[in-house]
C-alpha cells in the first residue's frame, strides 16, 4: 500500500509587479490546533485560556488581501490557495517566484484555486 503524504495549503496574493503575500496555511492551522488543546487543558486545570480560531483568522488575512487589491485595482492583483507537497515552503516558493515570476504566477493559476482576479485582460497581464 501507497504511503499518503499530506500537503501543504498557501494563500498567495501577487500583482503585475510580483509576489506580495504568501502564506502557509498549513503551518497557521497546526498552531491553531495546538491553541484548542492547550486551552481544552487549561479549561480542565480551571484556568482560562482563549484558543485561536482558524477560520476567523483565514478570513481576516483574505479580507485584508482583497481590500488591499481593491484599493490598487490599477495593480492587476491575483488571490489564490492552491496544495503543494509538504516538503515545500513559504521560502521554496518565494525563490521561485524571484526567479521566474511568470512560470510559478501560470503554475498557480492552472492548479489552484482563484479568489480574486483583477487582470485587465486574463492574458495581457504579465509579472514584470
Same mark, same amino acid.
Given at each position: 500500500?501507497?504511503?499518503?503524504?499530506? =500537503?501543504?495549503? *498557501?494563500?498567495?496574493?501577487?500583482?503585475?509587479?510580483?509576489?506580495?503575500?504568501?502564506?502557509?496555511?498549513?503551518? !497557521?492551522?497546526?498552531?491553531?490546533?495546538?491553541?484548542?488543546?492547550?486551552?481544552?487543558?487549561?479549561?480542565? !486545570?480551571?484556568?482560562?485560556?482563549?484558543?485561536?480560531?482558524?477560520?476567523?483568522?483565514?478570513?481576516? &488575512?483574505?479580507?485584508?488581501? !482583497?481590500?488591499?487589491?481593491?484599493?490598487?485595482?490599477?495593480?492587476?492583483?491575483?488571490?489564490?490557495?492552491?496544495?503543494? =507537497?509538504?516538503?515545500?515552503?513559504?521560502?521554496? *516558493?518565494?525563490?521561485? *517566484?524571484?526567479?521566474?515570476?511568470?512560470?510559478?504566477?501560470?503554475?498557480?493559476?492552472?492548479?489552484?484555486?482563484?479568489?480574486? =482576479? &483583477?487582470?485587465?485582460?486574463?492574458?495581457?497581464?504579465?509579472?514584470?
Amino acid at each position: 500500500m501507497a504511503k499518503k503524504t499530506k =500537503d501543504r495549503l *498557501f494563500l498567495a496574493s501577487w500583482d503585475q509587479l510580483g509576489l506580495e503575500a504568501l502564506v502557509d496555511l498549513t503551518e !497557521k492551522q497546526e498552531e491553531v490546533v495546538a491553541s484548542e488543546k492547550l486551552a481544552a487543558w487549561n479549561a480542565l !486545570k480551571n484556568e482560562e485560556c482563549k484558543p485561536q480560531n482558524f477560520d476567523t483568522w483565514a478570513g481576516e &488575512m483574505l479580507y485584508v488581501m !482583497k481590500l488591499r487589491a481593491r484599493l490598487n485595482y490599477h495593480r492587476h492583483y491575483e488571490i489564490y490557495t492552491f496544495k503543494a =507537497d509538504y516538503s515545500m515552503n513559504v521560502e521554496n *516558493f518565494r525563490a521561485m *517566484f524571484e526567479a521566474s515570476p511568470q512560470t510559478i504566477a501560470d503554475l498557480i493559476r492552472a492548479k489552484g484555486n482563484c479568489l480574486l =482576479d &483583477m487582470r485587465a485582460e486574463p492574458n495581457s497581464i504579465k509579472i514584470q
